[in-house]
């Protein structure tokens, strides 16, 4: 979005005729909302701006459910905020700490401040892109104790404040198609600035689930966050911030449902044992985490093969962190007898998985020529040292 693209948008007529369109559904719809507007009299720039607003909404409401319909976005902003859910989770935090005055450094376009500000933390939010502030500022407006201020996070006064919360742009500056920054010391704030004031004050910083984990600092606790089975960060939190006695923490959110699993330190220390009854597939957050050793001893489970993430256990164990499967039958890794295997068993519909093996699903699909009515779940992978297919049932 351009400022005068914004200009125009954040004007009277400009949001009332945002609220007054229809949702946001399909392309025939939106093509008749145009040519309404167009034939009303309303200038291009501004029917592409609405409707552009009207498609981010409809896409943030996944993020951010009923309160979408009250925000503005960008593209960029929009895929890289904190859902609502997990930036309450944050907020929590601050609060539980002690903190009452939090800056939000690297705003973007207001998800974490929105969630401070909701449980009643005074919030300055900053943000260096002049469009993404006042996207914002707008989206702050209805918090009192909320402020939203146009500068460098870097160059941020800290002594205002009792506690910080980063979220260091992780892409090249713009609106629409930016591209990830590999180098933690091109992010924006560095990461050697977010540390560096980490010693000093309570610092949250929320940053991708991939980051390196050599950079993790020793008196961080590091939390990996799932949301409906994806990995969607990785939070590190310093000080009060932090809980005693925990290093290590996946917290999966799932099913109206806040499941955590935390430890000390890392635990992949799981002796590998024959396939059981059931095989397990660990949540990303506790493979990201180094918990599969925690999460194997409290279910009974062993690992598959080892350094392989998926675990085996004789019996059925409810689990929030890990989807359970029921083995069928192991059949060696051939793809033309496994065609014949799955063919004879009506098999039309297969979902295929793969870990420790040089195969991509996408390819091995179609050569599998799947043909019928029943559907299963395949797992390509390593057993006993050898290249294995473990045709399987989801459970639940």
Not at 18 to 26: E, F, K, R, V
Not at 374 to 380: I, K, R, S, Y
Request: hydrophobic share 40%; with cysteine.
């Amino acid at each position: 979005m351009q400022r005068t693209e914004l200009e125009q948008l954040m004007t009277t007529e400009g949001l009332n005729l945002l609220d007054s369109l229809p949702p946001y559904t399909n392309g025939a719809n939106i093509v008749r909302s145009v040519a309404d507007l167009r034939k009303r009299g309303y200038p291009a720039a501004l029917v592409g701006a609405v409707m552009t607003q009207a498609r981010l909404r409809a896409r943030a409401t996944a993020k951010f459910g009923d309160f979408a319909d009250r925000m503005l976005f960008t593209e960029a902003g929009l895929e890289q905020a904190t859902r609502l859910n997990v930036a309450a989770l944050h907020a929590g935090r601050f609060r539980t700490a002690g903190v009452t005055r939090v800056a939000d450094l690297g705003c973007g376009i207001g998800a974490d401040a929105l969630a401070f500000a909701g449980l009643g933390l005074t919030v300055t939010a900053v943000e260096r892109d002049e469009v993404t502030a006042a996207i914002a500022s707008y989206n702050l407006a209805p918090f009192d104790t909320a402020t939203v201020e146009h500068g460098d996070a870097e160059s941020f006064d800290v002594s205002r404040v009792d506690g910080l919360y980063f979220d260091p742009a992780r892409r090249t500056a713009g609106h629409t198609n930016t591209s990830r920054l590999n180098d933690p010391a091109d992010y924006s704030p560095s990461l050697d600035h977010v540390f560096r004031l980490a010693e000093r004050m309570p610092v949250g910083v929320k940053l991708g689930p991939g980051l390196d984990r050599d950079l993790l600092p020793a008196d961080a606790e590091a939390q990996w966050v799932s949301v409906d089975g994806h990995v969607v960060e990785t939070g590190l939190w310093f000080g009060a911030l932090a809980r005693e006695g925990i290093r290590r923490s996946a917290l999966v959110i799932a099913n109206g449902r806040t499941d955590e699993l935390h430890a000390a330190v890392d635990s992949d220390d799981v002796d590998a044992g024959a396939l059981g009854d059931y095989l397990y597939e660990p949540d990303g957050s506790v493979i990201r985490a180094r918990l599969i050793g925690d999460l194997a001893r409290t279910m009974g489970a062993r690992m598959v093969t080892e350094q392989i993430a998926y675990l085996t256990a004789d019996s059925l164990v409810e689990t929030p962190f890990a989807s359970a499967f029921r083995v069928r039958e192991v059949f060696p890794f051939n793809v033309s007898s496994l065609k014949k295997e799955l063919k004879s068993r009506g098999i039309g519909r297969l979902e295929i998985k793969k870990r420790g093996v040089d195969i991509d699903p996408a390819t091995l699909r179609p050569k599998l020529a799947l043909q019928g009515t029943e559907e299963a779940t395949l797992f390509v992978t390593r057993v006993g040292g050898r290249h294995s297919a473990i045709l399987a049932d989801r459970v639940g």
